[in-house]
């Protein structure tokens, strides 16, 4: 069973940074993407970047592009989210995802709040 396990989240200021951090308990090669997803509250889960993890071929959602850069760092099993000019909206739980055909694992989320 895959585990991954996300760090970095907490308060912060509007117009502040984050950088979120995703460990998997596995070499990520054997997946296709890893990435991130979000959830604010009342709201579905939306995607938010993702990376190919041999090609480093990125995608972001519209609202976080130019702010968010993914990425990721094969040796050391890890993703990473660095989240810049932080605005209250962006504000959620962010879940990091292993996936792959047939195969979707999940973080428990590490939860981002953007207030002053």
């Known amino acids: 069973q895959v585990q991954l396990v996300e760090s970095g989240g907490g308060l912060v200021q509007p117009g502040g940074s984050l950088r979120l951090s995703c460990a998997a308990s596995?070499?990520?090669?054997?997946?296709?993407?890893m990435g991130w997803y979000r959830q604010a509250p009342g709201k579905q889960r939306e995607l938010v970047a993702t990376?190919?993890?041999?090609?480093?071929?990125?995608d972001y959602a519209d609202s976080v592009k130019g702010r968010f850069t993914i990425s990721r760092d094969n040796a050391k099993t890890t993703v990473y989210l660095q989240m810049n000019s932080l605005k209250p909206e962006d504000t959620g739980t962010y879940y990091c995802?292993?996936?792959?055909?047939?195969?979707?694992?999940w973080g428990k989320g590490t939860l981002v709040t953007v207030s002053s």
């Open positions: 596995t070499t990520i090669l054997n997946f296709y993407t």
């Open positions: 995802n292993l996936a792959s055909a047939g195969m979707d694992y």
């Open positions: 990376v190919t993890t041999k090609g480093g071929t990125t």
